[in-house]
């Protein structure tokens, strides 16, 4: 069975720092993988997605994510951290053509201190 | 352009009472489906319909049906409510295969007393 683990619960960053998210999966296939982004009170929107190739994939809004096979991770990095990036982010896994069909990690809660 | 439009946004029911939770999509996707989101645990699939006429058990399908009405349209009912399912729904519809991203709806978040 596919699983997804966010070790991070909640995670607080002051603006201008860099950010990590970390994302470790279980899949017994090529997984596809995503991570999306949820404000409060709103839908999750997609951040960055890996299907294959390139395994450094660049998203919206400054973000990156490495996928590494040997480790079964997918962070979310991101340089420097603004204030209007406090939400909860979601990594997912999925795979073939059952794309709506994803597991979903736990969530991590971003806070920003200015 | 919509996407994805879900109805009710907010609603409070009484255990043993039933509703039905709305949703359409304007992108003309094959794929709806079905999620529940409650703290702690992510996003967990209910139910979800690959194609017009015809749906599928997720993860968390007890307590719930679903209809697809037509290929704009899927429905969630609850029959007999009961407080466990108290969590806010999200009706999302994935794009075809070439990108694979999921389009979300607003949700709606459901109190069931």
């Known amino acids: 069975a596919q699983s997804v683990t966010q070790p991070d619960i909640h995670i607080t960053v002051s603006e201008g720092a860099s950010l990590e998210l970390r994302c470790n999966y279980s899949y017994g296939a090529t997984p596809y993988l995503f991570w999306y982004v949820q404000s409060p009170g709103q839908g999750l929107q997609l951040l960055l997605k890996y299907f294959s190739g390139d395994t450094l994939v660049q998203g919206i809004k400054g973000f990156e994510a490495e996928f590494k096979r040997s480790q079964s991770s997918f962070n979310l990095r991101k340089p420097s951290v603004h204030w209007s990036d406090a939400a909860e982010y979601f990594c997912?896994?999925?795979?073939?053509?059952?794309?709506?069909?994803?597991?979903f990690g736990q969530g991590t809660i971003l806070t920003v201190h200015p | 352009n919509a996407g994805v439009t879900q109805t009710p946004k907010f609603q409070v029911l009484k255990t043993g009472q039933s509703m039905t939770l709305q949703c359409a999509q304007d992108m003309n996707h094959n794929s709806m489906y079905w999620y529940r989101q409650d703290p702690g645990m992510g996003l967990r699939l209910i139910y979800y319909?690959?194609?017009?006429?015809?749906?599928d058990k997720g993860e968390v399908p007890n307590g719930y049906n679903v209809s697809r009405l037509n290929k704009r349209e899927f429905s969630l009912r609850l029959e007999s409510a009961a407080p466990s399912q108290t969590s806010v729904y999200f009706c999302a519809s994935p794009s075809p295969p070439a990108t694979g991203e999921l389009f979300f709806g607003e949700g709606s978040r459901l109190t069931v007393l």
């Open positions: 319909s690959a194609s017009e006429g015809t749906t």
């Open positions: 997912a896994v999925g795979g073939g053509t059952s794309y709506g069909k994803l597991t």
